[in-house]
């Protein structure tokens, strides 16, 4: 099939190169004609694994290009698919749809009778109705059909995520529509991956009630993790002991510094608006974002009270800044909060991150950028482990003990035992576990 991606940034270039190794025919287009350039010359704008591989190969032959004129890219497509960013709306918190609906005005003038065309962005309910009505008004003669697609991939993992999903939502009453999506799928739905159709408001709710749920997980097991501190138990082993029961089950149940990253925090803003604006609160979900936005700062005082509860003149070592591993994304990462609380307390704050540091420098300001852990602890008071990269994993503690100035560990994401690191002479504080500096 001919498919065209606008946009081409996480979402878009990972699904564009994911269905041209389908054997799809795929252009994907970005308006940022620099990236365009960049992807034209093998460089990807993003840090995800197998991405670059994915690209040059299918690239290579003949399935895959890149585009920064409209016209030429949508050219013939059958599916034309809508990749493109819905941030949070600065001073209300709704998803800011301008992206949205400027590309679907400007593919409509472009659009060859029959697209079908999808949204994969994550949308308020109704967008869709606004993306087919933009369309019309453009064209009125468009027999054109929209259809509802939410993309579930995480970053770090996506192309695996992309490839086997745990199911595909499609959203549409189309019936040409969903045809022409099973033969997108097809290669996914041979590989036993669950299609859903539904119709396309069901779709586009399905996506936020995803993530908010999952948000809410992670904010429950992070009140869990403060709770196990005061009464004195292990949250790992009360994840693993709720997490077996298949109802619950095991994943995201991590305690850590607070979720972050490009969608969990702006998708449960962008619910609770709609459920605002519907006069149907989602008030579990306003709790979570609310737990979640004070845990990130008070993270800086769990630090602080490994000092006696002040860090001011102390040196603070962060390791990890990007909002998880294997992405070099910054975007609500609760490094963010963290250094600024660090900083307001009166802390010296020196930074590394396996991929993030080019991200980091646009984001921080009065930090020592460091080009490894060891040179990053290096005479500070304490390390913070934010991001649990995998070669934090594997720190050789006896070299940090002789290169720090106090051996003090902050560890956010629970990489290491206490035993392992007060053997080697180490103050340990993890999250929700014994001997943990309670906050
Ligand atoms: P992104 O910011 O990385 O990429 C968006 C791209 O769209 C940019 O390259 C931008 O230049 C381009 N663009 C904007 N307007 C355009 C236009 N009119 N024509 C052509 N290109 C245009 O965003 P992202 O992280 O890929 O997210 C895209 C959507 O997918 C969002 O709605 C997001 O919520 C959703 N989503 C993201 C993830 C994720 O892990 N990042 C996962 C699932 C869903
Ligand atoms: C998320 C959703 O998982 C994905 O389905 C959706 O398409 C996009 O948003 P992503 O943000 O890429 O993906 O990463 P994810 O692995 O979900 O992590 C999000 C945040 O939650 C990170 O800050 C992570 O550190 C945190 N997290 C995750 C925890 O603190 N504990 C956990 O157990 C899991």
């Known amino acids: 099939m001919h498919i065209t991606m606008i946009g081409a940034g996480y979402v878009g270039l990972v699904s564009g190169a994911c269905f041209s190794d ?7 287009m970005d308006s940022n004609a620099e990236k365009v350039a960049s992807l034209n010359k093998g460089e ?16 290579g032959q003949g399935r895959l290009s890149f585009a920064s004129d409209l016209k ?8 034309v698919f809508i990749a493109v960013g819905t941030p949070s709306r600065r001073g209300d918190g709704h998803a800011d749809l301008s992206y949205v609906y400027a590309a679907a005005r400007e593919i409509a003038g472009v659009l060859p009778e029959q697209a079908v065309v999808v949204t994969k ?32 991939l995480r970053e770090g993992a996506a192309i695996r995520d992309f490839k086997h999903p745990d199911r595909i939502v499609i959203g549409t009453d189309d019936a040409r529509a969903r045809s022409v999506m099973a033969e997108v799928y097809r290669p996914l739905h041979l590989n036993a991956s669950p299609i859903l159709y539904t119709d396309r408001r069901t779709a586009e709710l399905t996506k936020y009630a995803a993530n908010s749920f999952l948000a809410t997980k992670i904010a ?7 709770l196990a501190e ?4 292990n949250v790992q082993e009360v994840a693993r002991g709720i997490g077996l029961d298949n109802r619950i089950g095991q994943k995201f149940l991590h305690a850590g510094p607070g979720f972050g990253g ?13 459920g605002q604006d519907y006069e149907a609160p989602v008030r579990i979900v306003e709790t979570v974002v609310a737990v979640n936005d004070q845990r990130k700062r008070a993270m800086a005082r769990k630090v602080a009270n490994a000092f006696g509860g002040n860090i001011r003149g102390k040196s603070i070592a962060v390791l990890g800044v990007t909002f998880k591993p294997d992405t070099d994304d910054m975007r609500d990462a609760p490094s963010i909060p963290l250094i600024t609380a660090l900083q307001d307390m009166g802390a010296e704050v020196r930074v590394f991150d396996p991929v993030g540091m080019e991200q980091a420098k646009k984001v921080f300001e009065n930090v020592t950028f460091c080009d490894n852990a060891y040179r990053c602890a290096k005479g500070c008071h304490a390390l913070v482990i934010v991001t649990e990269w995998e070669q934090f994993r594997a720190l050789d503690l006896k070299e940090l003990s002789t290169i720090m100035a106090c051996p003090v560990i902050v560890d956010l994401r629970n990489v290491y035992s206490s035993e392992e690191v007060e053997r080697n002479g180490f103050l340990y504080c993890g999250v929700g576990r014994p001997k943990s500096v309670a906050y």
């Open 22 to 28: 389908f054997g799809h025919q795929v252009v994907c």
């Open 44 to 59: 990807m704008p993003i840090h995800e694994p197998g991405l670059a591989e994915l690209v040059a190969r299918n690239v």
């Open 72 to 79: 030429s890219a949508v050219g013939e497509a059958e599916v």
């Open 121 to 152: 962005s994550t949308v308020p309910v109704g967008t869709g109705d606004e993306v087919e009505r933009i369309i019309r008004e453009e064209n009125p003669d468009a027999k054109v059909a929209v259809v509802s697609n939410p993309e579930f």
């Open 220 to 226: 429950f097991i992070n009140e869990i993790a403060d």
């Open 230 to 233: 005061k009464v004195g138990a």
């Open 262 to 274: 490009s969608c969990f925090p702006k998708d449960a803003m962008a619910l609770i608006k709609t």
